[in-house]
């Protein structure tokens, strides 16, 4: 989910997942030069994200990725590490949609303030890859069987909560004006697990910025 330009987490996505403004000259030549897919590197309008090329980014600094028990409350889990790993599928001329492929995501430095637990020993994204689109409006959704394990740890012994997307979809905005793309409360339900677990996850993240580590790490925008 790259860091990638808004026209309008409102995902990356992304990205799944910065200021973008300049363009390429139109004198310039050859497929580097391609300033009208969705998904540029360098500059809005810049060098074209290859098709293949790998995105990554993580959590904005002073940030963390949280899975809440509710849209509006601090309980629940909150991690102070995050990255995440796509590839590009398709990137068409701008406006459009170009799409992505989840291959990674992390979550590191987790801890949890719920009722009865000690600590978190870990949090993994599961059925992996998911599929990403991204619009030229800055719009990012993630499909698929998006599902999440936390395991975590209890005066009784590890606990395992695992929750799943609702309607398998994940939907973020990408925004140039703070270079990053966010996720806002978006709804996970239970699963499996006991009482321990609360019913839903709630999850929010920004990420920024998004490079393009094949292009040796030029930030992504999205046009």
């Not at 990725?65 to 990137?91: D, E, I, L, P, W």
């Not at 395992?160 to 905005?173: D, E, H, I, P």
Request: aromatic share 6%; with cysteine; net charge positive.
């Amino acid at each position: 989910m790259p860091r990638y330009g808004r026209a309008a987490v409102g995902l990356a996505a992304v990205a799944l997942l910065g200021s973008l403004v300049a363009a390429a000259p139109a004198s310039a030549a050859g497929p580097a030069a391609l300033a009208n897919t969705v998904l540029t590197t360098g500059s809005a309008g810049g060098t074209a994200v290859a098709v293949g090329d790998t995105l990554q980014a993580s959590l904005q600094t002073g940030t963390t990725a949280n899975f809440y028990s509710s849209a509006t409350g601090t309980t629940g889990v909150k991690c102070a590490a995050s990255t995440f790993t796509a590839k590009a599928v398709t990137n068409p001329a701008a406006p459009g949609t170009a799409t992505e492929s989840l291959t990674g995501q992390t979550f590191t430095s987790c801890t949890s303030n719920v009722v009865g637990t000690l600590g978190v020993n870990s949090v993994t994204v599961d059925n992996l890859p998911y599929a990403v689109s991204v619009t030229s409006a800055g719009a990012v959704t993630l499909t698929g069987s998006i599902q999440s394990t936390v395991s975590l740890r209890t005066l009784l012994g590890n606990v395992t909560c695992v929750y799943k997307a609702n309607g398998g979809v994940v939907r973020g905005t990408a925004s140039n004006a703070t270079t990053s793309i966010a996720f806002v409360n978006q709804p996970f339900t239970k699963s499996a697990g006991p009482g321990t677990c609360f019913a839903s996850a709630y999850f929010s993240a920004t990420y920024a910025p998004v490079r393009d580590t094949t292009q040796g790490g030029a930030t992504v925008y999205v046009n």
